[in-house]
DNA sequence: AAAGTAATTTAGAGGGATCTAAACTTAGGG
DNA sequence: CCCTAAGTTTAGATCCCTCTAAATTACTTT
């Protein structure tokens, strides 16, 4: 049995494992907001208990054990979010808080009784995927901004086009990899997009850009 | 801010505190699973930070603060119970485990959000009050067992008749003050009743035994 | 009212998580 | 290729909560 703080480390290292880079211990301290002497602590620790491979100086990987415990603590981040956002109307952007405590409640039957309550989704209220009860992630379909139909909502996976000039535009509109967005409108004179960016800011973008932009719907 | 722990010492002291009598360290350490020496421990803490009056060797009590706070962790714990019986289909034996690890979430907002989503319930589904907002415990409207209806589930508050005859006839069917009872049937010819007793025994008792039964029905 | 027993508190210690300060390792720049 | 700066670990301490064992207080019983 894990304690909240090595839920929460070990969560930690598997945000941060990107491309199966070792993990370091600065960049844990920093998102933990804990100082590198604690890290290196609980690496010991959690080394110990194998649930990530520890050479000291050298950074940290998760074991299959430790991810898939991390897995299981996303999952439940994730479906506490939804149920906050879909059933007690929280803004999307007000439940990471409350969600990161919740993912610590220990209850297998909960979590089952709760996915199905939400009727099984398969992203949380920011577009990120929902691990299933075995820790596999869903693919996400992903879509082209200009296919998505007015009022769909989703979150920008990335861009098809590269070049300094289309994402310095990006930049200056705020939309970047991550960015949730909802068609508000569709122009059928030239297909060009209306859409709302992060609940806030409304523009219009070109057919031409939105056919440049991958995104993945939130159900 | 209180940790988990403090908040479960305040709850047990307050459940512990029946007409104002003054609660004992080994009451405490019994219904908190620990030893007496730890409740002092605690006792101490809480005293420095006026949640209760405390004098060694003879017992505490809540002070209006630690009431407060105690008043707030019964209604956490008590919509959360709603919670899992109503929306999530469990027991009402089952929830107890879950909804204290539940009732220890930081939110108000959650809390309020929650307690609107369940439509304010007065009670939770083993038929105890849940305070409001401001701490306030609504007064349960009591009728008699005879005059439920069917289908109708209550608990058991008390008995009108306290004869030893009356009571241990009680005894042995089951029915004790906190028991759970759902009206499944009524015999119309003497108006006896046909009900489930804590969701396992049925039984048939007859209208004098159901008029001398008070209960709260539970919405 | 004294003695014995039960309840309670204190003393001392340990595990978990954190910190600061100091020591150590690694890697990049001169 | 060495040296320094950045990154990391160790040492030593603190806070929270718990324990066991020993000391103290309160209560009961004769």
Redesign the interface.
Known sequence: MLTNTEENYIKAIYHLSVDNKTVRTNAISEVMNTTPASVSDMLKKLSDKSYIYYEKYQGVSLTKKGKTEALQVVRKHRLWEVF?VE????NWDEVH??AE??EH???K??IE??DD?LDNPTSDPHGDPIPNAKGEMPVLRQVLLSELEVNGKAKVMGMKEHSPAFLQYLDKLGISIGSAVKVTDRVVFDASVELKVNDKKTMVVSHEVAKNILVSPID
Do not use: G, M, T, V
């Not at 059933?87 to 929280?90: A, G, P, W």
């Open positions: 906050l059933k007690l109307n929280f808080e409350i405590q919740l409640i220990q209850s039957l909960l009784r709760l309550f």
